[in-house]
């Protein structure tokens, strides 16, 4: 097996370009997990731990821009007052150790259902940048994932970073496991509220073949906050609009029976995890307006 290691990100994508072959290896906390059952014999390993531009991150215009190979870690040191719902989600990834390798872009290249920051990611309204040697291109969060495990990276492009609207509004995620630390998310909610657009952001993770925006939940509660003047005046949320919520939430979901959960236990958990997350999120907005 060949390791290639770039120092630069120009140096990276000439060489993605050359081995379209080569497996990238950021944390490598999915790779190598891959590679030690045998699930994976790449020809080629390219290591991007050393190419210095996917490590920072900034913020211009109200949107911080996520460097590829940003740790979790950094993401909850860093970032978590700008980016609440990245940073919560980045909390309940794995252990220590996975969060001080794991990255942004490994869990956007992995594309897994059950990725923490995808229903986040999706629910803030992030844009995933990718490079090659023939350019950059920005691709919504939302266009992102086209199936189980599959992004829509060419295969001569690199995730750079991801683009993320910095926020001071409520934003929440939750999953499901069998235990409190070091699971894959039975299934995953993330809520964000979006009172400058008057637009509520919800989206699913490990409950169909790719994380997906509860669309409908989404209009649903916009809707109900504007008609009833919520965003400037905002009051307890009526039970009726929570379990209407949860109940759409759970609609969007199409997920399957598998060794973690029936896809039952799913839609029941997400309407759950949905009425509660904007329970919190409401409460926290309502101080927020106090
Ligand atoms: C014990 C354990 C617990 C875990 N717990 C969780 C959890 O709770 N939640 C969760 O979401 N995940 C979890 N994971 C999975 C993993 O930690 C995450 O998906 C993590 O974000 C992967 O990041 P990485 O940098 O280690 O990726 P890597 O393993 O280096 O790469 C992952 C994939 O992305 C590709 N890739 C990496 N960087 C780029 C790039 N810049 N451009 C293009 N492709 C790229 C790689 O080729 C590979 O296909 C866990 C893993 C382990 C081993």
């Known amino acids: 097996m060949d390791f290639l290691r770039p120092d630069t990100l120009a140096e990276a994508l000439a060489l993605k370009s050359q081995r379209p072959d080569a497996v990238p290896i950021a944390g490598g906390t999915d790779v190598m997990v891959e590679l030690n059952f045998d699930h994976r014999r790449p020809a080629a390993l390219l290591d991007l731990t050393r190419v210095p531009e996917l490590r920072e991150h900034s913020t211009e215009n109200g949107v911080v821009r996520i460097g590829a190979g940003v740790p979790y870690v950094r993401i909850i040191e860093e970032l978590g007052g700008a980016l609440p719902g990245l940073a919560m989600a980045s909390r309940t990834v794995g252990s220590p150790q996975i969060r001080n390798r794991g990255t942004v872009g490994g869990n956007l290249g992995a594309a897994s259902p059950a990725g923490d920051t995808h229903p986040v990611l999706l629910a803030a309204g992030a844009t995933v940048e990718v490079a090659s040697a023939r350019g950059v291109r920005f691709i919504p969060a939302t266009e992102f994932y086209l199936g189980v495990k599959r992004n829509a990276l060419e295969p001569d492009e690199l995730i750079t970073a991801v683009h993320v609207p910095a926020t001071r509004a409520p934003q929440q995620f939750s999953k499901v496991g069998t235990r409190n630390a070091m699971v894959i998310a039975v299934c995953s909610f993330a809520v964000a509220l979006h009172p400058g657009e008057q637009r509520v952001g919800a989206a699913v993770g490990s409950a169909a ?35 209407r919520f949860g109940e759409l939430v759970a609609q969007a979901a199409s997920p399957i029976d598998d060794v973690r959960g029936s896809a039952a236990y799913r839609k029941h958990a997400l309407s759950v995890l949905a009425r509660r997350t904007l329970g919190w999120a409401w409460q926290d907005y309502t101080g927020k307006a106090a």
């Open 209 to 243: 073949p790719t994380p997906r925006r509860a669309t409908e939940a989404e209009e649903f509660l916009s809707g109900e906050l504007t008609a009833t003047d919520q965003w400037e005046s905002p009051k307890p949320l009526l039970d009726s609009v929570k379990r």
